[in-house]
Antibody
Framework: EVQLLESGGGLVQPGGSLRLSCAAS????????MSWVRQAPGKGLEWVSA????????YYIDSVKGRFTISRDNSKNMLFLQMNSLTADDTAVYYC????????????WGQGTLVTVSS | EIVLTQSPGTLSLSPGERATLSCRAS???????LAWYQQRHGQAPRLLIY???SRATGIPDRFSGSGSGTDFTLTISRLEPEDFAVYYC?????????FGGGTQVEIK
């Protein structure tokens, strides 16, 4: 059974940093591109970042470029999102997600971790 | 980036009725790379349809997708109680991937 378990969310002040983690199990992790998708409270879904299975290529939405860094450790089946210079606009539930066949659509989602940026 | 507009914003229907949800793209979606997701309250999204018309694993055949270019449709042939939720379309043919604003299907 595919499982994705996020951790690392919480309350952080504007300008602060957080590192999200996602523990994957139930599939060959290194064979799949992975993404982070966020959802602000009461709002829709927004793709944030993606990384290829090997980790050799990464992609970001413009609003987080230069502030967020996606990475993975295939030896530990872990996905990460380092978030710096956080603003209130980054407040959201962040979902770890597996891309189906590296096409960009997502066939498995974690339950999400809430990031709140507030003073 | 491609903007996806979903309509209607809210659809009020009764169990057993047919639901038709629309997703319109601001430009053509490459290779019909469009997906539909269902999100029940308090839960993570679930993939229903990919590549515009292919059902994901384990999805009942009452869910079907159609369309190409800029106009796509998700049809639920007969609504079951568990189908009342929010539905999102997503295009992944162009970077960045983008989502529509969602359609809420509520019980009439």
């Amino acid at each position: 059974e595919v499982q994705l378990l996020e951790s690392g969310g919480g309350l952080v002040q504007p300008g602060g940093s957080l590192r999200l983690s996602c523990a994957a199990s139930g599939f060959t992790f290194s064979s799949y591109a992975m993404s982070w998708v966020r959802q602000a409270p009461g709002k829709g879904l927004e793709w944030v970042s993606a990384i290829t299975g090997s980790g050799g290529a990464t992609y970001y939405i413009d609003s987080v470029k230069g502030r967020f860094t996606i990475s993975r450790d295939n030896s530990k089946n872990m996905l990460f999102l380092q978030m710096n210079s956080l603003t209130a606009d980054d407040t959201a539930v962040y979902y770890c997600a597996r891309e189906r066949a590296a096409q960009g659509d997502i066939d498995y989602w974690g339950q999400g971790t809430l990031v709140t940026v507030s003073s | 980036e491609i903007v996806l507009t979903q309509s209607p914003g809210t659809l009020s229907l009764s169990p057993g009725e047919r639901a038709t949800l629309s997703c319109r793209a601001s430009q053509s979606v490459s290779r019909s790379r469009l997906a539909w997701y269902q999100q029940r309250h308090g839960q993570a999204p679930r993939l229903l349809i990919y590549d515009a018309s292919s059902r994901a694993t384990g999805i009942p055949d009452r869910f079907s997708g159609s369309g190409s270019g800029t106009d796509f449709t998700l049809t639920i042939s007969r609504l079951e109680p568990e189908d009342f939720a929010v539905y999102y379309c997503q295009q992944y043919g162009s970077s960045p991937p983008t989502f529509g604003g969602g359609t809420q299907v509520e019980i009439k």
